[in-house]
């Protein structure tokens, strides 16, 4: 999906009982028409950064891998458990992508893809 970013300027209080105000720019996903397509609940995205971010999650299939993700450790919790344990164990000297990938075959799970680790809660 196409979009682009509209910037703005929010009127921030800073000292309501003074009057002093100050100025943010904020940012709002469009599409190419300039309707809003997401505006972060109302408050804007406080850097272009985050809304792209919050772009590519939404519109470009960030939701879906991040379903897929969970999905595959709610249907392996056996390998979710012993991952965990394996990790904390590990904790101080972080395992490499291919001592991951060595561990989950010694677990059963061929063709381990390390991207999975970050849908791993623990």
Not at 38 to 52: L, N, R, T, V
Not at 69 to 77: D, E, I, M, P, T
Not at 80 to 95: G, V, Y
Request: proline share 2%.
């Amino acid at each position: 999906m196409e979009y682009t970013l509209a910037s703005r300027k929010v009127k921030v209080v800073i000292d309501s009982d003074y009057g002093v105000y100050d100025y943010e720019t904020r940012f709002d996903i469009c599409d190419l028409d300039g309707n809003i397509l997401d505006d972060a609940q109302g408050h804007g995205y406080k850097s272009a950064q985050g809304a792209h971010r919050a772009a590519a999650y939404k519109f470009k299939g960030g939701a879906k891998k991040a379903a897929k993700g969970r999905a595959f450790w709610q249907r392996n919790k056996d390998l979710a458990k012993r991952m965990e344990d394996w990790m904390l164990i590990n904790f101080k000297t972080p395992p490499s992508d291919e001592d991951i990938v060595n561990f989950a075959k010694e677990c059963g799970v061929d063709h381990f893809d390390v991207k999975l680790m970050k849908y791993l809660k623990f």
